[in-house]
């Protein structure tokens, strides 16, 4: 009885991620103007055209927000690294493979509607493919952390951590997720 619970919680599991990631591949549509109000109401899906048109502009804003907080962010971490001439390449070689990538027209996201008319196996590739992507992008960022850490002084390496671990360790926005430490035990 257990066997077939874990083998149905597994399978409703996959089948729940393989839903729910289809909308990491989800293509943006082209931009349309938007509608005059006498035509809005005229047309049934006019609305929900609408909702998805500011849905693409907030989307651009929150990409240029999210870009000019990590130039902020790179900004702030050189300063307080007090960088010497010499690791100047080294910063800018760790500052260049923090950016994301420039997608190529080809590599644009998936439409749902295409994505909708693949089978399962051929989402499942996709997915996939786009994992492995991910992935050469994390090591490429790694190696470049690896090695401009290892041009740091000491104490710049103890500035870096720190400033590393205030990012990932107690949440990045801001210090809105920063959760109390717990008690020390006598």
């Given at each position: 009885?257990?066997?077939?619970?874990?083998?149905?919680?597994?399978?409703?599991?996959?089948a729940s991620a393989t839903f729910a990631s289809a909308g990491a591949f989800a293509q943006q549509a082209p931009q349309i103007a938007p509608a005059s109000p006498a035509t809005?109401?005229?047309?049934?899906?006019?609305?929900?055209?609408?909702?998805?048109?500011?849905?693409?502009?907030?989307?651009?804003?929150?990409?240029?927000?999210?870009?000019?907080?990590?130039?902020?962010?790179?900004?702030?971490?050189?300063?307080?690294?007090?960088?010497?001439?010499?690791?100047?390449?080294?910063?800018?070689?760790?500052?260049?493979?923090?950016?994301?990538?420039?997608?190529?027209?080809?590599?644009?996201?998936?439409?749902?509607?295409?994505?909708?008319?693949?089978?399962?196996?051929?989402?499942?590739?996709?997915?996939?493919?786009?994992?492995?992507?991910r992935s050469a992008m994390f090591t490429q960022r790694a190696d470049a952390t690896r090695s401009f850490y290892a041009a740091l002084t000491p104490e710049q390496q103890k500035?870096?951590?720190?400033?590393?671990?205030?990012?990932?360790?107690?949440?990045?926005?801001?210090?809105?997720?920063?959760?109390?430490?717990?008690?020390?035990?006598?």
């Amino acid at each position: 009885m257990i066997t077939s619970r874990k083998s149905l919680l597994w399978a409703g599991l996959l089948a729940s991620a393989t839903f729910a990631s289809a909308g990491a591949f989800a293509q943006q549509a082209p931009q349309i103007a938007p509608a005059s109000p006498a035509t809005t109401q005229a047309q049934p899906g006019a609305q929900s055209q609408a909702k998805h048109q500011h849905a693409r502009e907030d989307r651009a804003q929150r990409f240029e927000r999210m870009k000019q907080h990590r130039a902020e962010r790179l900004s702030a971490l050189k300063e307080k690294l007090k960088l010497t001439p010499a690791q100047e390449g080294a910063w800018s070689t760790f500052a260049t493979a923090q950016q994301p990538p420039a997608r190529s027209p080809e590599q644009a996201r998936t439409d749902r509607a295409e994505f909708a008319k693949l089978t399962t196996p051929q989402r499942l590739d996709r997915m996939q493919a786009r994992q492995a992507e991910r992935s050469a992008m994390f090591t490429q960022r790694a190696d470049a952390t690896r090695s401009f850490y290892a041009a740091l002084t000491p104490e710049q390496q103890k500035t870096f951590d720190a400033e590393s671990m205030a990012r990932f360790g107690r949440g990045e926005h801001g210090g809105q997720h920063r959760h109390p430490a717990p008690p020390a035990k006598s």
